[in-house]
């Protein structure tokens, strides 16, 4: 898959509202499975849950099985501590990782961070939680967490799980699984980037996408038309770039210019329907909105310079040549904006 920029960001956002509560609790909903040890209900027990919940589940997930978005970018992979038994992974081992961590993985010591009871208590709840009683212990799609009707998206589960590749040709899947494939796309792929594809695609590339390519690269002459892309992502298809015969020299400048420079944020089409503009606060501008009346030339080349207080737009005055933000100008209302009926 290409190169997800918003991953990261998707499980920061995760980890804050995985932290201590203001009662020092765990804050998503706990969904505890263990019914066999009376040991889990004890504070010890509980204080471990905290912990697990706050320092480890980003790596060792939520019911430590290593199933999640970070694993995904480690090698060697995060202990999947549901795979081990007591006898290969006894409490004395998960206690000294925690404390001393493990050489040549992301395993990092917790001390001075963890007090000795932290690190006793979420030792003993890992091995009683994950590898004795393989209890789910977190869910995190809750109401409490604001996913209320999460089975409402039970159809794109194989897709997030990866049991269906993301770029299977749509002549191999059902009716059934290209609607869910489509689900996935347009409801779940914003945290679950990493979804298993065929093609990974580049290691790296200039622009952020996070969508099955499908063969798209942005601005290539390759590019298939907007119809296929769109099956591919709702984002996809905004990284087309308008064909527009009889462009003006200037306009063909301010083509190059815009392409290079401002597709990032606004989209290949202008609409700021992409992947990064859709995820900017507040959004990038949908320049396809405007006319020539209400945004007239001087105030467009205006909003171009000196940039929009408030919001991503940046100056450009400094970076681009006064006939560069005309040409760009001239580009924008020529192929993006309204035409007045």
Known sequence: MA??????????????????????????????????????????????????????????????????????YLNPLP?????????????GAILAAVRDGRAGTAMKSFRGILDEAEMQAVAAFVAQEFVRDKARNTAYHTPENGWPGHQKFAPAFPFARGEIALDEPLDKLSDAQRDARRLFLTSCISCHDRARVADEGPAWS?????????????????????????????????????????????????????????SFCHGGDGTGKNWIGQFMEPKARDLTQYTLQSMPPARLQQVIREGLPGTSMPAWQSVLKPAEIEAVGAYVQRVMFRRDS
């Open 206 to 262: 200039s622009r952020p996408v996070s969508f099955p390519r499908m063969g798209f690269e942005p601005g290539q002459p390759n590019t298939p038309p907007v119809d296929a892309v769109s099956s591919a992502s709702v984002y996809a298809k905004h990284e087309v770039v308008p064909k527009v015969v009889g462009l003006s020299p200037r306009e063909k400048r301010g083509e190059k210019l815009f392409q290079a420079n401002c």
């Open 79 to 91: 202990r999947d501590f549901t795979a081990a038994t007591p006898q290969q992974l006894p409490g």
């Open 3 to 72: 190169w997800r920029v918003l991953g990261g960001a998707a499980l920061g956002a995760a980890v804050l509202l995985a932290g201590y509560d203001t009662a020092g609790g765990a804050a998503p909903a706990r969904q505890h499975a263990t019914a066999t040890a009376p040991a889990a209900a004890t504070a010890q027990h509980e204080l471990g849950r905290k912990v697990y919940n706050f320092r480890c589940y980003f790596c060792h997930g939520y019911s430590g099985d290593a199933k999640t978005l970070a694993a995904s």
